[in-house]
DNA sequence: CATCGTTATTCATTATTAAGCATAACGATA
DNA sequence: TATCGTTATGCTTAATAATGAATAACGATG
C-alpha cells in the first residue's frame, strides 16, 4: 500500500448505434448556446475554434433524426443558434446520467482503498 | 424518437493521484504478460509497439510504489517479465470494476429508451 | 440595397501522438 | 567466453488531430 490514493475515474456518453452522438463536451456547448443564443460565442466561450464547435453540432443534428440545435444565419443580429426541446431534453439526460455516474465512481472507489 | 438505439457507452480507469494508473488497456497488457511471460510477446500479440508496452510497464510501476510486473533481462530465454501478487491484485480489481461498469451502463441505456 | 455579425466551409499550418528503427545491456547456458 | 532472445532506451519518422486564416452565403433592418 503506498501513500498515494488510488481513485476510480471515467468518462460516459451516449451513442446513437455506434457512433458517438453525445458526451459531457457536446452537453456543455448545447449549455453555452442556450445561454448565449450564438455558436460562435458559444465557442469562444468554451475557447474551442469554431470550426470544431460547428462540426460537433452539425454531427449531432444529422446522428439522431432530431436537430438539438436550429442555426439560423443572417438577420438583424447575424444569425442566431437556438436549442430545441429536443436539445433540451438531451442535457437533462445527460446531467442526471452525469450525476448517477459521479455516485458510481465515488462508491467504487471507496472499495479500493486499502489496496 | 429516431429507429436508431440510444446506448449509454464509457470508459474507467483507476487514478493513482492525479495520474492514471491502470486502465483497460494496461490490463489486458497484464493479462498477456502473465499468460506469456514476455514483454515483447506481449506487446506483438496486442499488436503495440514493444516500445510503447514498456513504456506503459514502466509508468504503472513508477506511478504506484509498487510494482505490478518485474522484468529480468538476460539469462537462459533472454529474459522474463513476470507479474508480482500486486499485479494480479490490480487484474482482479479492474475486472471487478468493469463488470460492475458495464451493469451500470446497461442500466442506464435501459432507462433512456423511448426518448 | 448597403450593412453587419453570424453561420458555412475549405484549406494550409501547427501540435500532438503513435510507430518504428537502431542499438546497447544483460546473464544463464553450452 | 560466444551465443541468444530478451529487456532498455534514445531518436527519427509517420500518422493523426487540432488550430486558425480566409472567404462565401445569408437575411432582417435601416
Redesign the interface.
Known amino acids: ?17 455506434t457512433i458517438n ?1 453525445v458526451g459531457d463536451g457536446k452537453i456543455h456547448l448545447l449549455e453555452k448556446i442556450k445561454e448565449l443564443g450564438s455558436l460562435r460565442k458559444a465557442s469562444l466561450e468554451m475557447k474551442m475554434s469554431y470550426r470544431q464547435a460547428w462540426g460537433q453540432i452539425n454531427k449531432m443534428n444529422l ?4 436537430p438539438l440545435v436550429v442555426l439560423h444565419r443572417g438577420g438583424k443580429d447575424g444569425g442566431i443558434a437556438e436549442l430545441t426541446a429536443f436539445g433540451e ?2 442535457i437533462t ?1 445527460q446531467k442526471e ?1 452525469h450525476r ?2 459521479e455516485l ?2 465515488d462508491f ?1 472507489s471507496k472499495k ?1 482503498q486499502n ?1
Chains 1, 2 share one sequence.
Open positions: 500500500m503506498s501513500n498515494i490514493e488510488l481513485k476510480v475515474e471515467g468518462r460516459i456518453w451516449i451513442n446513437a448505434g452522438f446522428v439522431y433524426n432530431k431534453k438531451i439526460i446520467l448517477e455516474f458510481f465512481l467504487q479500493i489496496v
